[in-house]
């Protein structure tokens, strides 16, 4: 299960910021994903909480091959076969049940648990899995948490969300164990409905010079 680990660690390190998109209309993906592509965004996590999701992703892969599109909102197996079948680079979820970490062992796609507590992390570490979602975040004890996780849990790397924002981006950076910071405000599902795609690059622009 190591190898699971290692193409979201890749992807993730590379930008350190991974957006998180509701398509409500899969014709947005490709100049959205474009938008967040120039403006340093690369890889995009597509919820799958909307019918035009799995289009999305199709779609993304076959126009914007800079981008790395991933299945999110992960919840049940079906959702782990479909974003398998539609060709996530890896597939990201809130939770940790049982029949999704079964689902995941018997697939080759990367896949990255959320957890909430330490309890929570030390059930999927034991099935082998390093690089993990801390969610809801900041209702989970935000940066703090993970800092206390830091001793007791030195191999795991985080991806915090829910409730992140680009002021507290410092404060998540500052630690050691967090690979990146993902959240829904690199790509506000307003501006995605107003198809304001500059906005979209210029939001990521401001966050990746932020960070670098």
């Known amino acids: 299960?190591?190898?699971?680990?290692?193409?979201?660690?890749?992807?993730?390190?590379?930008?350190?910021?991974?957006?998180?998109?509701?398509?409500?209309?899969?014709?947005?993906?490709?100049?959205?994903a474009q938008a967040l592509v120039?403006?340093?965004?690369?890889?995009?996590?597509?919820?799958l909480r909307t019918p035009a999701a799995p289009?999305?992703?199709?779609?993304?892969?076959k126009h914007v091959p800079a981008a790395t599109p991933v299945a999110g909102n992960v919840l049940t197996p079906h959702d782990f076969a479909l974003a398998s079948h539609v060709g996530a680079r890896f597939?990201?979820?809130p939770l940790a049940t049982p029949a999704l970490m079964d689902a995941a062992a018997r697939s080759d796609l990367p896949f990255i648990p959320g957890v909430a507590t330490p309890s929570e992390l030390m059930a999927v570490?034991?099935?082998?899995?390093?690089?993990?979602?801390?969610f809801p975040a900041m209702a989970f004890g935000g940066p703090e948490a993970l800092r206390a996780m830091q001793a007791p849990f030195p191999h795991v790397r985080f991806l915090p969300t829910g409730g992140t924002m680009d002021e507290d981006l410092d404060r998540w950076f500052a630690l050691t164990n967090v690979v990146a910071v993902g959240g829904a405000w690199l790509a506000?599902?307003?501006?995605?409905?107003?198809?304001?795609?500059?906005?979209?690059?210029?939001r990521a622009e401001s966050a990746v010079a932020r960070i670098s």
Do not use: C, Y
């Open 38 to 47: 120039d403006g340093g965004l690369p890889t995009i996590e597509i919820a």
């Open 91 to 93: 597939a990201v979820s």
């Open 188 to 202: 506000p599902v307003e501006d995605i409905r107003n198809r304001d795609w500059d906005r979209i690059r210029k």
């Open 1 to 32: 299960m190591a190898s699971q680990s290692e193409l979201p660690l890749i992807a993730l390190g590379a930008t350190r910021l991974l957006p998180l998109v509701t398509i409500e209309r899969a014709e947005d993906a490709v100049p959205l």
């Open 125 to 134: 570490v034991t099935k082998g899995f390093h690089v993990v979602k801390f």
């Open 55 to 61: 289009q999305a992703i199709r779609n993304i892969l």
